[in-house]
Each structure stands twice: as structure tokens, then as C-alpha cells.
């Protein structure tokens, strides 16, 4: 949805300062939130195809799965901040 929606802008002409509705923090959550969707019911039709199982061990399991799922979505956290500190020093300097 996201890349949609700055496709569309690019291709009307919206190159002036950015809008609050257009503010970056809120479109990365949405995506987050779609694709969560997306893939839970991705998932439900392979499961109710018999494709996939419904239930299955952890492929990384114990401390090593913990410890990565804890950097990965450390990961995550950290490029929100800074994709919202870099749009501040942006606002900034334009205004």
C-alpha cells in the first residue's frame, strides 16, 4: 500500500513539503499491520489445502530462536528511529 500510494504521488506531482498524513511512522505500521493479514491468510489457505501443516516446532528453537527474534525486531525498532529522526532534521532544516 505504501509504495502504491508514493507511486501515485510521484506520478500527480506531490513534491512539495511533506503532510502530516503522509508521515512515515504511520505508513510503516500499516504495512506491518496488511502484511500480517496478508500472511495469516496466505497461511490459512495452505493449511486448508493440506498443503502446509498446523502446527510445526520452531525451526530456530530454545535461547538461539529468542535471541534472534529479540535482534530482529530490535532491528525493526531501530530503523523506525531513525527513519523518524532523519524526517525531524529534514523538517528542520526546511523549516
Known sequence: GGCVRAWIERRRGFSGAPREEGDPGILAASGLVAGEGLAGVLVAGLVAAGVAPRS????????????????????????????????????????
Open 56 to 95: 510445526m516446532a520452531p525451526r530456530i528453537p530454545g535461547a538461539n530462536g529468542q535471541s534472534l527474534t529479540l535482534l530482529a525486531l530490535a532491528g525493526v525498532c531501530g530503523f523506525l528511529a531513525i527513519a523518524g529522526h532523519r524526517r525531524r532534521e529534514s523538517a528542520r532544516q526546511q523549516g
